[in-house]
């Protein structure tokens, strides 16, 4: 059960790839090894080598069980019910994470992609829920963040990029290495948003298609949106 503290501890200070090495490890102190020893659920001891009268039904060794979720996805609570909650993903080497995590307010979506000098977050926050998102941002010199189409400058602090008062209803929150991204850039930030899982799809969320048939394309949607409406609620 000590790994809960180790692997907690590694994600706080940035060793993410270190712990998840450690959570897929097949050597045998690791928790495969433990299905491989022919248990189906987590063990007292890594292996009967170590512990010869060990118990194979011991909830202490179920760390990723919370790790994934509180770490690697990033889900936290600020306060009791998750009315306000932290979502700080660290998927170490993995180019994407993805996964829904239960709440007392309703399940939380989580989508992380990554890969070099990109880092792309799709979120799904359940009604009367507002997050504090934070995004790997070490070696940027002036970061932001393109929020549904619109760039939030955030806060800088350790090689962290964090944006407060995201609100409920799907997001996409993309880290921009300079705080002048390209059009094109603020538009497949918006598409992402607004299309989720078909915004790969040229004929539903391409810059010409028309998917809802009032005679605009999706990039005077776009514009419409990001441009016209929100500046007047804002």
Do not use: C
């Not at 495969?32 to 080598?49: H, K, P, Q, Y």
């Not at 979720?69 to 909650?85: D, H, I, K, S």
């Not at 939380?108 to 977050?121: A, G, P």
């Not at 932001?144 to 619109?150: F, I, K, S």
Request: proline share 7%; aromatic share 12%.
């Amino acid at each position: 059960y000590g790994a809960q503290y180790l692997l907690e501890g590694l994600y706080e200070n940035g060793e993410a790839d270190y712990a998840l090495s450690l959570m897929t490890t097949n050597g045998q102190r690791g928790w495969l090894n433990m299905l491989t020893t022919g248990s189906t659920i987590t063990t007292e001891a890594w292996d009967s080598a170590y512990k010869s009268n060990q118990d194979w039904n011991h909830a202490w060794g179920a760390a990723p069980a919370n790790i994934i979720p509180r770490y690697a996805l990033g889900l936290r609570p600020l306060e009791p019910g998750f009315g306000q909650v932290l979502v700080q993903p660290q998927p170490g080497p993995l180019s994407y994470l993805e996964g829904t995590v239960p709440t007392i307010r309703g399940p939380v979506f989580i989508r992380v992609d990554q890969e070099t000098n990109s880092f792309k977050l799709r979120l799904n926050l359940p009604g009367n829920v507002t997050a504090t998102v934070m995004l790997p941002a070490s070696g940027a010199s002036q970061p932001v963040a393109l929020v549904d189409g619109e760039v939030m400058p955030g806060t800088l602090t350790n090689g962290w990029l964090t944006i407060k008062g995201i609100s409920s209803g799907h997001h996409a929150i993309w880290l921009s290495a300079t705080n002048r991204p390209s059009q094109q850039a603020l538009y497949e930030n918006w598409r992402s948003a607004w299309f989720a899982s078909d915004a790969a799809n040229g004929s539903i969320a391409g810059p010409d298609a028309d998917p809802d048939g009032d005679g605009s394309n999706n990039f005077a949607e776009f514009v419409f949106d990001v441009y016209v409406y929100r500046s007047i609620w804002h």
